[in-house]
């Protein structure tokens, strides 16, 4: 395994942070020169205090007040993990009880996979997968145990099979939201089956709970595709992505199976940006993927994330971000997902059905009638001056 270095432009109280979770100790000069404020906001953003926290709970060149916050952090997320880790073994109890394969693809069971404790990794739900033939009997179990769907999926013609990947549930009581996929990513693309996923899977057994994981390279395959897609815009993401890449892992299996799927230059992306910030080893069977342009000019525009601390889960998406993150992920698309994505323009819309209404026998007329709706809405858009 080798490292490459390339310089990145970040704030510097961000530098800091990479600084000490690459292992260097800060020095008595920083109480003149950071903006803490800022230095609290990033690890808040990045997701990163729980792994930061045992570095700097001993460290005496750090503002009391500051390492005072993190450990409140800290310790809240631990008593929310173990919150989560209860929940977890609850539903995956009732689905092995009623026959419902249910896969964990984040939550509780990730931190404890990648960084041996619950503490040492944020987690704000529960992500699960089950085949989609069963997603109305996932329901009905959680449905049962108090969840309230909290999204709704506005379809036509069946298109939520693949313009969209999982649905979300609330329990209000709990304070604890399940997303529940039945593909990984959004389409268009293509990915693993659940079966195929279903037959690499990991057992992990906590007492009397069986739980089942993703396999190694599945894992490896979906946080790379997850993180991709979001812009590595949480480092948290991209520690993930450092965790597994000191691990013992079949590397070429990897390799293959980001090919197979044209996913080869967001995972040399993933590699590189790891690499740059955390020092990360970079496997012999990326080392050429990595130097490749697709996979560097990735890495340049996910900077742009990691300078204007982006935040794409905000109510109100600034509009220079939204035009920035719409470019990054046509970029980040092979040509034959790019052909799949234009194409996908042609299938219908829900919004279609919503302006032209039509009896559910009749709406394969769509089809045709896209093209118009299409320009109906454009000529329909009052002038900007």
């Given at each position: 395994m080798s490292n490459i270095n390339t310089p990145c432009s970040l704030p510097k109280e961000l530098k800091l942070i990479l600084n000490i979770l690459n292992g260097s100790k800060p020095s008595q000069t920083l109480n003149q020169e950071m903006d803490w404020d800022?230095?609290?906001?990033?690890?808040?953003?990045?997701?990163?205090?729980?792994?930061l926290y045992p570095l700097i709970k001993h460290n005496n060149n750090l503002p009391e007040q500051i390492k005072v916050m993190v450990r409140k952090y800290y310790q809240h997320n631990t008593l929310q993990m173990l919150h989560l880790c209860l929940e977890m073994n609850i539903l995956s109890q009732i689905c092995g009880?009623?026959?419902?394969?249910?896969?964990?693809?984040?939550?509780?069971?990730?931190?404890?996979?990648?960084?041996?404790?619950?503490?040492?990794?944020?987690?704000?739900?529960?992500?699960?997968?089950?085949?989609?033939?069963?997603?109305?009997?996932?329901?009905?179990?959680?449905?049962?145990?108090?969840?309230?769907?909290?999204?709704?999926?506005?379809?036509?013609?069946?298109?939520?099979?693949?313009?969209?990947?999982?649905?979300?549930?609330?329990?209000?009581?709990?304070?604890?939201?399940?997303?529940?996929?039945?593909?990984?990513?959004p389409g268009p693309s293509s990915e693993p089956s659940f079966e195929q996923l279903w037959d690499r899977k990991r057992v992990y057994n906590s007492g009397m709970h069986t739980t089942y994981f993703l396999g190694k390279e599945d894992l490896f395959f979906f946080l790379v595709t997850h993180g991709g897609r979001h812009g590595w815009s949480r480092l948290r993401w991209l520690m993930d992505i450092h965790q597994l890449l000191k691990q013992e892992m079949d590397w070429e299996a990897i390799r293959l199976l980001l090919s197979r799927y044209h996913y080869n230059h967001v995972g040399g992306q993933a590699i590189q940006l790891s690499s740059m910030l955390f020092n990360s080893p970079i496997p012999y069977e990326f080392k050429t993927e990595v130097q490749k342009n697709k996979s560097r000019k990735l890495v340049n525009q996910t900077t742009f994330y990691l300078e204007k601390m982006v935040c794409l889960h905000s109510k109100k998406v600034p509009e220079e971000v939204t035009r920035h993150h719409q470019r990054y992920l046509f970029n980040m698309m092979s040509l034959k997902y790019r052909i799949l994505f234009i194409l996908s323009f042609l299938h219908p819309y829900p919004e279609d059905a919503e302006l032209v209404p039509l009896p559910k026998k009749l709406h394969f007329l769509y089809f045709p009638l896209r093209p118009i709706i299409w320009a109906w809405k454009k000529l329909s858009k009052p002038a900007i001056t």
């Open positions: 800022l230095f609290l906001q990033l690890i808040v953003h990045h997701r990163l205090y729980p792994v009880n009623q026959d419902i394969k249910l896969l964990i693809l984040k939550g509780p069971l990730l931190a404890e996979d990648l960084y041996g404790d619950l503490s040492l990794r944020t987690c704000g739900d529960i992500d699960v997968m089950v085949p989609i033939n069963d997603l109305d009997r996932m329901e009905k179990v959680l449905k049962s145990e108090g969840y309230v769907k909290d999204d709704y999926i506005k379809t036509v013609l069946g298109d939520w099979k693949w313009r969209h990947h999982h649905v979300s549930y609330f329990h209000q009581t709990k304070g604890i939201k399940v997303e529940v996929h039945w593909r990984l990513n």
